[in-house]
């Protein structure tokens, strides 16, 4: 059933108020970098947008709250500079944004919000004599060029903190490894820190002031590299530093105590109230004496409470007990440190078992492994879930079991922190948009044009369960519908076109694009997810900086110059067959150029090509289609999608079309067939027919070698068998040719039902055989006189050998001519 979705509007995080004129017709734009790289909370500050193609900006979109726009203006073409108040109780940290224009909507990048007042770097601060000099508590925003390093100086006193945490890497801007030390005025590393696990490739650091005195903060790129791309936030203070927190989740709705690991003030105490639900991502901040830390500790929020370890637990019958559903909390706390936990299970329980550590961002890179409470061993794992490990486990026979958990390299450390999940089998849906370029946001988001359509492939990633999907996003914005089919159990994306009406307000919204099972008493929804690639080393290798989403943007934008229709085809696509399907373009008055078109979502089992052109200054052209022998047999919903220089690209689709994708009409069974160069022979043939057609059918041999050829014929609905009369000619290719398939066209609908091969054989062509030797001729005896004889019967029609008594006569012949020539 075709679904049409036409929703309200919701508010968005993200109020604009534009100071734009009217554009003219534009694509959409592209966000390259927000500058500057960071903003305090609690303050109004100017953000620029940088890219292409953003003077006609309308709206700045934000994934999170805390931001109010108040203005935005055009800085040239390509650079629109919002005003934007942050909100004091602003999360820190990284936040995402875009930018919606009139004509589009810009990738999604990021910026870091802190808070502390900012400082900018003042050149030449790169002697360690000639430092420049700054105040605690303040974050210092800077570049680091090739071979640069840059020198910072603050005053201490004894026993005061001195912390640095640096943003570079993370910002997502190049590939920039940072390094940072904290100096005394002797030059004495009193801490250092290259590739900090609590904030990836960046680094963070924190010291206890051994006296009154100041102290050198050097930055620079960990190879002495550097560019102008390489930039930093560096935050420096007394604020507290851990690298990780414990236990590292909680149960949701309470409150629970931790201790934050590895600052250098010792650990720290806190009691925190928890949300009352589940937030992805969510992390925990340290505060000590008024501070707090730039950014936070990464921490699980759960349905269960927690286990704690309990030392000594280094071996099976020290084992701290637990019961499940707890959430099992350790601390590999030395070198060669093993934890091991006790829990009781039931035959037939399935459970998946998850350790966190490295996505806590903690130093562990664990091993699990699982045994029954003999020893004996069950289970283990490595790296399943990145450094992480996952093991999925069903419980053999009731009784009492091991986890066993230590670090790959056997290393350990105060921060070194892992909680392990058990958690049933349950059903995860997760819905995207697939990549149209590697590592590019290119089409992720949906833009529809006023009295236009979009449209785009919706991809769903099922987990432990099947079925038919149904698409259920919460909210479009105003005047914008979609149209969409349930997506079928067998399939993992589904095609979508978005419309949006001719008075659609300009405008959009972050929306929380969900789907749902099509048995709503399974009770199964997933929403949608994008991830954005930022900082790679090389194509296909690691990844250090990216970005994940849970919104999907949409946006009604200005018009553009052309539609584009699928003529929808009266007949089917065949299995083994193919189509010309015909797209048109509709133009406005003085818009010629040319078209590019192509057709995302292809049923499965149809080829065509990437893409077709409608040249400059037509209105049409034909798609090539072809069916595989499998394709699957249904009606199809498809859609074009087509693009043309307006500016830049603009974007426009078709409307959802139906595609019928049908068993062949008719398959012939040929026989083999031989024939002597410059002879005749016959390809006969027995139909089998599948489906009534009316009037006369177009049968005919493609695949005959050289200088072989048959006439067409004409079948109907009735015939059941055809005979090819083939002819050779003497310069024809010896051998046996495999490739000789037959076609059909079927007129149905005014309409060609074409059968590209509705089956195969193959044709030997021999060389003559060698004349036979001339033999006299007997002797004549004398005639009797002749006497009336009776008159003989009419012989019987001659019989249709068979292939293999056309072979065996073929092998006499030859046997016999051979004999004679000897």
């Given at each position: 059933m075709l679904r049409r979705f036409s929703l309200g509007v919701c508010a968005c995080v993200a109020l604009a108020v534009s100071t734009l004129g009217t554009a003219a017709i534009a694509a959409s734009p592209s966000l390259n970098i927000i500058l500057p790289r960071g903003v305090q909370r609690g303050t109004e500050s100017v953000i620029s947008f940088s890219g292409a193609r953003m003077a006609d900006a309308?709206?700045?979109?934000?994934?999170?709250?805390?931001?109010?726009?108040?203005k935005i203006e055009a800085d040239g073409a390509n650079v629109a500079k919002a005003t934007v108040k942050i909100a004091s109780d602003c999360r820190l940290g990284e936040h995402v944004a875009q930018v919606r224009t009139k004509s589009g909507i810009s990738e999604f990048r990021v910026f870091y919000v802190g808070a502390l007042p900012i400082v900018n770097e003042a050149e030449p601060n790169n002697e360690f004599a000639e430092p420049q000099k700054i105040d605690l508590n303040v974050t210092v925003h800077g570049v680091v060029t090739n071979e640069d390093v840059d020198y910072?100086?603050?005053?201490?006193?004894?026993?005061?903190?001195?912390?640095?945490?640096?943003?570079?890497?993370?910002?997502?801007?190049?590939?920039?490894?940072?390094?940072l030390a904290i100096l005394d005025s002797k030059r004495f590393e009193l801490a250092s820190a290259d590739d900090t696990p609590l904030v990836k490739q960046d680094a963070a650091v924190s010291v206890i002031a051994p006296e009154d005195g100041q102290y050198i903060i050097e930055v620079r790129e960990s190879a002495y590299g550097g560019n102008a791309k390489c930039r930093y936030c560096v935050h420096i203070g007394t604020f507290p530093r851990p690298t990780g927190v414990y236990p590292a989740g909680g149960k949701i709705g309470e409150e629970i105590d931790v201790r934050f690991l590895g600052d250098a003030g010792g650990e720290i105490a806190a009691k925190l109230p928890l949300p009352a639900e589940i937030i992805p991502d969510y992390s925990v901040f340290a505060t000590a004496e008024g501070s707090i830390a730039p950014s936070g500790n990464p921490f699980r929020l759960s349905e269960h409470g927690n286990a704690l370890e309990v030392e000594p637990n280094n071996d099976f019958a020290q084992a701290t007990p637990a019961e499940l559903p707890l959430a099992f909390n350790g601390i590999i706390s030395e070198p060669g440190d093993v934890d091991c936990f006790k829990f009781a299970a039931k035959k037939g329980q399935v459970f998946e078992v998850e350790c966190y550590a490295r996505r806590l961002r903690t130093p562990l890179d664990p091993v699990l492994n699982l045994y029954k409470a003999d020893g004996s061993s069950l289970a283990g794992n490595d790296d399943s879930r990145g450094?992480?490990?996952?093991?999925?486990?069903?419980?053999?026979?009731?009784?009492?079991?091991?986890?066993?958990?230590?670090?790959?390299?056997?290393?350990?450390?105060?921060?070194?922190?892992?909680?392990?999940?058990?958690?049933?089998?349950?059903?995860?849906?997760?819905?995207?948009?697939?990549?149209t370029a590697r590592y590019s946001q290119y089409r992720q988001s949906i833009f529809v044009a006023r009295g236009n359509r979009f449209g785009s492939l919706i991809s769903a990633s099922r987990a432990n369960f099947s079925g038919e999907l149904i698409l259920d996003p919460k909210e479009l914005p105003p005047g914008i519908t979609m149209v969409c089919e349930p997506m079928a159990g067998n399939l993992n994306t589904m095609p979508v076109v978005f419309e949006a009406a001719a008075d659609a307000p300009l405008g959009g919204m972050l929306v929380d694009f969900r789907a749902r099972h099509a048995d709503e008493k399974k009770n199964i929804s997933g929403g949608y997810s994008n991830r954005a690639d930022f900082v790679i080393a090389a194509p296909g290798q690691s990844l250090y900086s990216w970005r994940d989403v849970d919104k999907l943007a949409i946006a009604v934008v200005d018009e553009l110059p052309f539609h584009l229709e699928i003529v929808e085809p009266k007949v089917p696509l065949v299995r083994n067959g193919s189509m010309q399907l015909k797209i048109v373009a509709h133009r406005k008055e003085g818009f010629t150029a040319a078209i590019n078109v192509q057709l995302p979502f292809r049923p499965p089992g149809v080829g065509a090509s990437s893409s077709v052109t409608i040249p400059e200054g037509k209105n049409e052209v034909l798609y090539p289609l072809n069916a595989n022998g499998g394709a699957g047999i249904k009606k199809w919903k498809i859609y074009a999608l087509g693009s043309a220089d307006v500016g830049g690209a603009g974007w426009v689709a078709s409307q959802l079309a139906t595609l019928e994708v049908a068993e062949p009409y008719v398959t012939i069974a040929l026989e083999r067939s031989a024939v002597e160069k410059g002879q005749k022979t016959e390809i006969f043939g027995k139909l089998t027919h599948s489906r009534p057609f009316e009037g006369n059918a177009t049968v005919r041999l493609v695949g005959l070698p050289h200088k072989v050829a048959a006439p067409e014929l004409a079948i109907?609905?009735?015939?059941?068998?055809?005979?090819?009369?083939?002819?050779?000619?003497?310069?024809?290719?010896?051998?046996?040719?495999?490739?000789?398939?037959?076609?059909?066209?079927?007129?149905e609908n005014a309409e060609p039902v074409v059968h590209s091969n509705v089956g195969a054989t193959e044709l030997r062509i021999d060389e003559p055989l060698p004349p036979k030797p001339a033999t006299p001729a007997p002797k004549q005896a004398a005639k009797p006189k002749a006497e009336k004889k009776p008159a003989e019967p009419k012989p019987a029609p001659e019989k249709r050998l068979t292939r293999l008594e056309k072979l065996r006569l073929e092998a006499k012949e030859r046997a016999a001519g051979t004999a004679a020539s000897n």
């Amino acid at each position: 059933m075709l679904r049409r979705f036409s929703l309200g509007v919701c508010a968005c995080v993200a109020l604009a108020v534009s100071t734009l004129g009217t554009a003219a017709i534009a694509a959409s734009p592209s966000l390259n970098i927000i500058l500057p790289r960071g903003v305090q909370r609690g303050t109004e500050s100017v953000i620029s947008f940088s890219g292409a193609r953003m003077a006609d900006a309308e709206e700045i979109f934000f994934y999170s709250p805390g931001f109010e726009v108040t203005k935005i203006e055009a800085d040239g073409a390509n650079v629109a500079k919002a005003t934007v108040k942050i909100a004091s109780d602003c999360r820190l940290g990284e936040h995402v944004a875009q930018v919606r224009t009139k004509s589009g909507i810009s990738e999604f990048r990021v910026f870091y919000v802190g808070a502390l007042p900012i400082v900018n770097e003042a050149e030449p601060n790169n002697e360690f004599a000639e430092p420049q000099k700054i105040d605690l508590n303040v974050t210092v925003h800077g570049v680091v060029t090739n071979e640069d390093v840059d020198y910072y100086m603050v005053e201490a006193k004894k026993g005061q903190r001195i912390a640095a945490e640096i943003e570079g890497m993370r910002l997502g801007e190049t590939m920039f490894d940072p390094y940072l030390a904290i100096l005394d005025s002797k030059r004495f590393e009193l801490a250092s820190a290259d590739d900090t696990p609590l904030v990836k490739q960046d680094a963070a650091v924190s010291v206890i002031a051994p006296e009154d005195g100041q102290y050198i903060i050097e930055v620079r790129e960990s190879a002495y590299g550097g560019n102008a791309k390489c930039r930093y936030c560096v935050h420096i203070g007394t604020f507290p530093r851990p690298t990780g927190v414990y236990p590292a989740g909680g149960k949701i709705g309470e409150e629970i105590d931790v201790r934050f690991l590895g600052d250098a003030g010792g650990e720290i105490a806190a009691k925190l109230p928890l949300p009352a639900e589940i937030i992805p991502d969510y992390s925990v901040f340290a505060t000590a004496e008024g501070s707090i830390a730039p950014s936070g500790n990464p921490f699980r929020l759960s349905e269960h409470g927690n286990a704690l370890e309990v030392e000594p637990n280094n071996d099976f019958a020290q084992a701290t007990p637990a019961e499940l559903p707890l959430a099992f909390n350790g601390i590999i706390s030395e070198p060669g440190d093993v934890d091991c936990f006790k829990f009781a299970a039931k035959k037939g329980q399935v459970f998946e078992v998850e350790c966190y550590a490295r996505r806590l961002r903690t130093p562990l890179d664990p091993v699990l492994n699982l045994y029954k409470a003999d020893g004996s061993s069950l289970a283990g794992n490595d790296d399943s879930r990145g450094p992480d490990s996952y093991i999925r486990f069903k419980v053999p026979e009731d009784g009492e079991y091991i986890v066993r958990v230590t670090d790959h390299l056997g290393k350990g450390g105060a921060d070194y922190v892992y909680r392990i999940e058990f958690s049933g089998v349950t059903p995860t849906l997760k819905l995207g948009i697939p990549r149209t370029a590697r590592y590019s946001q290119y089409r992720q988001s949906i833009f529809v044009a006023r009295g236009n359509r979009f449209g785009s492939l919706i991809s769903a990633s099922r987990a432990n369960f099947s079925g038919e999907l149904i698409l259920d996003p919460k909210e479009l914005p105003p005047g914008i519908t979609m149209v969409c089919e349930p997506m079928a159990g067998n399939l993992n994306t589904m095609p979508v076109v978005f419309e949006a009406a001719a008075d659609a307000p300009l405008g959009g919204m972050l929306v929380d694009f969900r789907a749902r099972h099509a048995d709503e008493k399974k009770n199964i929804s997933g929403g949608y997810s994008n991830r954005a690639d930022f900082v790679i080393a090389a194509p296909g290798q690691s990844l250090y900086s990216w970005r994940d989403v849970d919104k999907l943007a949409i946006a009604v934008v200005d018009e553009l110059p052309f539609h584009l229709e699928i003529v929808e085809p009266k007949v089917p696509l065949v299995r083994n067959g193919s189509m010309q399907l015909k797209i048109v373009a509709h133009r406005k008055e003085g818009f010629t150029a040319a078209i590019n078109v192509q057709l995302p979502f292809r049923p499965p089992g149809v080829g065509a090509s990437s893409s077709v052109t409608i040249p400059e200054g037509k209105n049409e052209v034909l798609y090539p289609l072809n069916a595989n022998g499998g394709a699957g047999i249904k009606k199809w919903k498809i859609y074009a999608l087509g693009s043309a220089d307006v500016g830049g690209a603009g974007w426009v689709a078709s409307q959802l079309a139906t595609l019928e994708v049908a068993e062949p009409y008719v398959t012939i069974a040929l026989e083999r067939s031989a024939v002597e160069k410059g002879q005749k022979t016959e390809i006969f043939g027995k139909l089998t027919h599948s489906r009534p057609f009316e009037g006369n059918a177009t049968v005919r041999l493609v695949g005959l070698p050289h200088k072989v050829a048959a006439p067409e014929l004409a079948i109907t609905k009735e015939t059941a068998e055809v005979t090819f009369a083939v002819t050779s000619d003497k310069t024809s290719p010896v051998g046996t040719h495999k490739n000789v398939i037959c076609q059909v066209i079927i007129t149905e609908n005014a309409e060609p039902v074409v059968h590209s091969n509705v089956g195969a054989t193959e044709l030997r062509i021999d060389e003559p055989l060698p004349p036979k030797p001339a033999t006299p001729a007997p002797k004549q005896a004398a005639k009797p006189k002749a006497e009336k004889k009776p008159a003989e019967p009419k012989p019987a029609p001659e019989k249709r050998l068979t292939r293999l008594e056309k072979l065996r006569l073929e092998a006499k012949e030859r046997a016999a001519g051979t004999a004679a020539s000897n």
